[in-house]
């Protein structure tokens, strides 16, 4: 079974900073990987996603992610973060060989940015 | 602008009461899913419609019921609520073919007193 693991439960950046948000997933083949992020009082809205290919992608708000496969990791980044930014990321996986694709989600990083 | 719609957007109840939660996407989907987030924001599945047709119900104690009379409409209902059962309670739709693309209504937040 899959697992993801967001060894930091809060980050505190300053506006304008850089950020990683660090996530580590546990699946024996390759897997989908996804970032969703939960804006206060909303729902979850999908950041970033990855399938295949070229393991940098790019996602909404100037988000992308780099999927390290010996590393088992696909962390977030950011060159330089706004208060909106501030809201609950979680990491996600799912297989890709079952017919229904369960996501399993990781425990969520809430980031804060101040000023 | 939001296309997963739920109701209420709060609730607060006591012990041992029934309570139901609704929602209603428009996005067109095929597929309907129901969320549980605790306090720590931990997310579980709890269950999965295709075309009103249950495809994942995981372990959840079986005083909790979704009702689904469309493909567009899952509902929640829980009988005899518990205080563990106080939560945010998420609804999401995706395609069934792209099940892993939620798109997320704002919840329902249950206090159980």
């Known amino acids: 079974a899959q697992s993801v693991t967001q060894p930091d439960a809060r980050v505190t950046v300053s506006e304008g900073a850089s950020l990683q948000l660090r996530c580590k997933y546990s699946y024996s083949g390759t897997p989908y990987l996804f970032w969703y992020v939960q804006y206060p009082r909303q729902g979850l809205q999908l950041l970033l996603k990855y399938y295949s290919g070229d393991p940098v992608v790019q996602g909404v708000n100037g988000f992308e992610a780099e999927f390290i496969k010996s590393n088992s990791s696909f962390h977030l980044r950011k060159a330089s973060v706004h208060w909106s930014d501030s809201a609950v990321y979680f990491c996600?996986?799912?297989?890709?060989?079952?017919?229904?694709?369960?996501?399993?989600f990781g425990q969520g990083t809430s980031l804060s940015v101040v000023p | 602008e939001t296309a997963v719609f739920q109701t209420p957007n709060y609730h607060v109840t006591q012990v041992g009461n029934e309570v139901s939660f609704n929602c209603k996407q428009t996005l067109g989907h095929d597929t309907m899913y129901w969320y549980k987030q605790d306090s720590k924001k931990l997310l579980k599945i709890m269950f999965s419609y295709n075309n009103k047709q249950l495809i994942v119900n995981e372990t959840v104690p079986r005083r909790f019921s979704p009702q689904s009379s469309d493909k567009a409409h899952l509902n929640l209902r829980i009988k005899s609520v518990e205080p563990e059962d106080s939560a945010v309670y998420l609804c999401a739709s995706s395609y069934y073919r792209s099940q892993n693309t939620l798109y997320f209504g704002a919840g329902t937040r249950l206090s159980v007193l």
């Open positions: 996600a996986v799912s297989p890709t060989s079952s017919s229904f694709s369960k996501l399993v």
